[in-house]
């Protein structure tokens, strides 16, 4: 029951909210203006921009990519000098080199993979002034490219009578990234989280500066008699952690932390946050592309896999734990949950957390049973389940656009989207997007496995294959979750999680974006009998496989070396046990 309310809910909040967005960046006058127009005036003139000017793909592109640079060195140099900067008044030391460059870039990236432990290594300017600014402008910028991704889709943003006339080759205008970006920050990230971070300071999650208060110990007679309980401004870093599918928490155990994640309202609260703007955004794509049948039938795709993968993880973690097989007890899999939470809701979160690249836990999931562990990796494969915000839309964008092309060819038409045709050169791109994934994301993995030195891994056998799969697979996802037990804070890890965190981030953004400028440029083919309608059961039902049968060929032996076969293995130590 509490299931379905907190899914049911999202649905419902989504649906305005994504309304709110159509308005916001659909280019036309919007009650918001007068609200936050004369404070984006003012930051574009700091920044030196003319937010009116449109910019075709390339421009738009190094703009987001040189905006990231910029901010990637400035936290880089934050993190490397917190403890001779001021708000640290817990004397809190610097990350060493590696660390501080791994957490600049998973923060930037929108992935927020964490090998540090929040309240023991960052001072509160770390944790206020880059953790959450990059919290807040990162999904803003991945958000900016899906905007002109959709603009593209239909031939680029319309500004004059004359721009509607363009030839064929020429370049579109698909809108200002500055404009996008900052848009995204202060009219949709930054009220919600102000009033998601005010619905959990009042269920008692912190929300202070002061410094960490040391109290005695509840069992007094111990060699500890004392501990220090870690406090600060977690409420409003939790709000836009959840909201922009950053993941990143203030406590080393994320929302498993009682002080993060205190009551099930505040639960509650966190798990419809973690969908809310992504499930937003294909109603939003529906208004922006004015094809509101596609957004139903993306709504459906991606609402059919979502389902399949909670009822999946859900019916696994009610399971008993393979380790008290022969045991009285054979109640679900408690291991590495919160007694207050439990197996059901703990799975759900496991599972949207890896559909929308959000990364943050209420559970470990290096406990989850064998089949929940498969679809936790499943959600970060696809990528394109609700998704991260902006970049999940894009890469489901990716997904129709194979699913265009092998459509065409089954009915021996050139395969088209909106009326502009997906051809040699779009489709060598794609081929690009196809391999990519596996090709990082195996390989760092095998070599990672074959030199013990450096794997780092608490388990032997096939889980711990599995826990080294699962983390180049969530940095390369944008994801940031981890199975753990794995000693990830060294050289190797740092720096090979970096280069698979910008490999993840950006080829996966800017490649969509240069088909989507590619698109623009071509004449719309006007809608015929022989077009291929988007909206109906059938494309979506070829959608469905064809997002399965491209993961399942890619990864079926990872699988079967992963969780498969340890599921396997586990079911044989039962029955042997019996």
């Not at 080199?97 to 923060?107: E, G, I, P, R």
């Not at 004059?160 to 020429?170: I, P, Y």
């Not at 129709?400 to 040699?424: D, H, Q, S």
Request: aromatic share 8%; hydrophobic share 50%; charged share 10%.
């Amino acid at each position: 029951m509490e299931i379905m309310l907190i899914l049911t809910l999202a649905l419902l909040l989504a649906w305005p909210l994504g309304a709110y967005m159509t308005g916001i960046f659909s280019g036309q006058k919007h009650w918001s203006d007068k609200v936050f127009g004369p404070v984006e005036n003012g930051i574009f003139k700091i920044l030196g921009v003319k937010a009116s000017e449109g910019m075709n793909w390339k421009s738009y592109g190094i703009a987001f990519l040189i905006s990231n640079l910029v901010l990637g060195v400035i936290a880089f140099l934050l993190l490397m000098f917190q403890h001779v900067l001021p708000m640290n008044p817990d004397g809190i030391g610097p990350l060493s080199w590696d660390l501080a460059l791994h957490t600049a870039v998973s923060f930037l990236t929108n992935t927020n993979q964490q090998h540090y432990s929040g309240q023991a290594q960052l001072s509160y300017l770390s944790q206020g002034f880059v953790i959450v600014t990059l919290q807040f402008v990162t999904p803003a910028m991945g958000l900016a490219v899906c905007l002109a991704v959709l603009r593209g889709l239909i031939g680029g943003r319309q500004l004059s009578e004359e721009h509607k006339d363009a030839d064929e080759g020429e370049e579109r205008d698909l809108g200002n990234y500055y404009q996008d970006t900052v848009r995204a920050v202060l009219r949709l990230m930054l009220p919600l989280a102000a009033l998601v971070a005010l619905l959990l300071a009042s269920q008692g999650v912190p929300s202070t500066y002061q410094a960490s208060p040391t109290v005695p110990v509840v069992e007094q007679g111990q060699s500890l008699t004392e501990q220090k309980i870690p406090l600060g401004p977690v409420a409003a870093m939790v709000a836009i952690k959840q909201l922009g599918t950053n993941g990143g928490g203030w406590y080393g155990p994320n929302s498993a932390n009682p002080l993060e994640n205190p009551t099930p309202v505040a639960n509650a609260i966190e798990t419809i946050a973690l969908v809310l703007i992504p499930i937003a955004i294909v109603f939003m794509a529906g208004g922006l592309l004015r094809q509101r049948g596609f957004a139903r039938m993306s709504l459906a795709v991606m609402g059919f896999l979502s389902l399949f993968c909670v009822g999946a993880a859900i019916y696994s973690e009610q399971q008993p734990n393979a380790a008290f097989s022969g045991l009285a007890e054979q109640a679900g899999n408690m291991e590495g949950k919160e007694v207050r939470l439990g197996t059901d809701l703990s799975a759900l979160w496991a599972t949207l957390t890896t559909q929308t690249s959000n990364g943050s836990v209420n559970a470990m999931h290096d406990s989850l049973n064998p089949v929940a562990g498969l679809v936790t990796r499943s959600g970060m494969l696809i990528n394109a389940i609700w998704g991260g915000i902006g970049c999940g839309f894009v890469n489901f964008i990716v997904y129709v656009w194979i699913a265009v092309f092998i459509a065409g060819l089954m009915i021996g038409r050139t395969p088209e989207i909106f009326g502009r045709k997906l051809e040699k050169t779009e489709i060598s791109w794609l081929g690009v997007l196809l391999v990519l994934p596996s090709a990082v994301i195996l390989t760092f993995t095998a070599i990672t496995v074959a030199i013990p030195a450096i794997t780092g891994n608490s388990n032997p056998g096939l889980h711990g294959i599995a826990q080294v799969f699962y983390e180049y697979t969530s940095a390369f996802a944008n994801n940031g979750s981890g199975f753990e037990g794995l000693g990830d804070n060294t050289p190797w890890w740092n720096i090979s999680c970096v280069i698979v965190l910008l490999l993840g981030r950006y080829l996966p953004l800017v490649i969509p974006l240069v088909i989507a400028g590619l698109l623009a440029k071509k004449r719309q083919i006007p809608v015929s009998n022989g077009t291929l309608p988007l909206h109906n059961l059938t494309f979506g039902v070829t959608l469905v496989t064809v997002i399965l049968i491209l993961n399942f060929l890619s990864f079926l032996p990872s699988m079967v070396l992963g969780p498969i076969g340890e599921a396997l293995e586990l079911t044989s130590i039962a029955g042997d046990l019996k």
